[in-house]
């Protein structure tokens, strides 16, 4: 992680405290002075500030479920960030590991690990993401074929990678997905004819949005969930 991130994380210090303390020349990586927050370290990495050696607090792995007119970003926008509503120290020093949209809700998972998201957003890691979708039109009866073989997004060059869907009700379906491609739910439906009017995720990888969470409330991820993206 940055040096900057680590300090942040050893101590009490804004990220602009950080970069003051490191411009003072105090901070020393294996005994070296290091005076860019941009530097990469490790956590086995000797740190120390004045001689004192910095140890990282533990990263934090957070299942938030989403409400509407919240955002996934560090930044409030037109919207709020999600992350007002995780009551943790430093909470804007966290991020979020698969965003979604303003108007989708649902499962999110938030992390101070940087190594941790990656394994989820990475479209080599093809992890799985579950949508629960409902459609303003009658499903037609060739869509889940249609998905498993790859439908032609516009402005994409390739074909979607194979998806699952499974029919609920007539608009409404369960829609399982590896990607993670720019409004990629809504546009799959517009490419056989159809509109997304709500969409919920409710699962990521093996974590699933407890039915106890309510909109706006979140959890600590458990060991064995955490561990599943490692």
């Given at each position: ?5 680590f300090i ?17 020349g ?14 990469q370290?490790?956590?086995n ?8 050696q910095?140890v990282?607090?533990?990263?934090r ?15 409030d ?15 804007f ?5 698969g ?20 394994n ?6 093809q992890c799985e ?9 009658v ?15 516009q ?15 007539t ?53 064995e ?6």
């Amino acid at each position: 992680m940055r040096l900057d991130k680590f300090i942040c994380k050893s101590t009490e210090l804004t990220r602009t405290e950080a970069k003051k303390l490191l411009k003072s020349g105090t901070v020393k990586v294996n005994d070296e002075v290091v005076k860019s927050g941009a530097q990469q370290v490790h956590e086995n990495n000797n740190i120390t500030v004045e001689g004192k050696q910095l140890v990282a607090r533990s990263s934090r792995y957070i299942l938030l479920h989403k409400p509407l007119d919240t955002i996934c970003s560090n930044v409030d926008e037109v919207y709020p960030s999600v992350l007002h509503l995780v009551d943790v120290d430093k909470a804007f020093d966290l991020h979020i590991a698969g965003r979604l949209d303003a108007d989708t809700t649902g499962l999110v998972l938030i992390t101070d690990d940087g190594r941790w998201s990656h394994n989820i957003i990475s479209p080599k890691k093809q992890c799985e993401k579950t949508y629960r979708v409902w459609l303003r039109n009658v499903l037609k009866p060739d869509t889940a074929e249609n998905f498993i073989k790859g439908v032609q997004l516009q402005g994409e060059k390739d074909l979607t990678l194979p998806a699952k869907l499974e029919q609920i009700d007539t608009n409404e379906v369960l829609l399982t997905i590896t990607e993670g491609k720019y409004h990629q739910v809504k546009r799959m439906f517009a490419a056989v004819g159809n509109k997304v009017v709500r969409l919920h995720r409710e699962q990521i990888g093996n974590v699933k949005l407890d039915e106890s969470i309510g909109p706006g409330q979140w959890r600590y991820l458990t060991d064995e969930e955490v561990n599943f993206f490692i």
